[in-house]
């Protein structure tokens, strides 16, 4: 039978608890602490108010090479890569303070969520790890930027430097223009 430690208990419940609040959904949490289902809904219950949000994780490696997720994520693997390299962080202190490091440089409106979530950015380590993503260098501005393993990347152009024709066009900047025209 295993002793149980107070303090590596401890050091998992803070974890947990960090995780939550930077938006962790309960399969995150189980996969990277050893606490069970059941303190894990204790914990996310009482920083939330709620129960976690039912249903699978993203699956597909498509949503990050799509032109605004491929940019959010390729910021937040090539911090994610220079802490691995350089600061000697590693596992999910590593995805923890690319992701911090990531939400600093973007300008989040309050009330909405980034782009990339940190439950995406796990997912997406977990992509890269598994040889299914991978960086290609833009042919223009030299940038790394998230990329299928298998695609062709000679002369890959990124997504700043070859924007779509219908970029920026959702609804959300629809009912901002029309907020703006209203005002003038």
């Known amino acids: 039978m295993a002793i149980k430690s107070v303090v590596n208990e401890a050091q998992e419940i803070q974890l947990a608890i960090e995780l939550v609040n930077?938006?962790?959904?309960?399969?995150?949490?189980e996969s990277e602490t050893s606490l069970s289902r059941e303190r894990l809904l204790k914990i996310y219950k009482e920083l939330k108010g709620v129960s976690p949000p039912k249903g699978m994780l993203p699956f597909s490696t498509d949503w990050f090479t799509t032109w605004q997720p491929n940019?959010?994520?390729?910021?937040?693997m090539n911090i994610y890569k220079y802490l691995v390299e350089h600061a000697d962080v590693k596992g999910i202190d590593a995805v923890i303070k690319a992701y911090r490091?990531?939400?600093?440089?973007?300008?989040v409106p309050a009330g909405d969520d980034p782009v990339l979530s940190l439950t995406r950015a796990w997912t997406l380590v977990r992509f890269f790890d598994g040889k299914m993503l991978t960086f290609a260098k833009c042919s223009k501005c030299g940038?790394?930027?998230v990329a299928h393993t298998l695609?062709?990347?000679?002369?890959?152009?990124?997504?700043?430097?070859n924007v779509p024709s219908r970029a920026g066009k959702t609804k959300k900047s629809k009912d901002v223009d029309m907020a703006l025209q209203m005002v003038a």
């Open 101 to 107: 490091l990531y939400l600093e440089q973007m300008a």
């Open 71 to 76: 940019i959010h994520s390729s910021l937040f």
């Open 143 to 145: 940038g790394h930027f």
């Open 22 to 29: 930077l938006g962790a959904r309960l399969q995150l949490l």
């Open 151 to 161: 695609d062709l990347h000679n002369d890959y152009a990124c997504g700043l430097c």
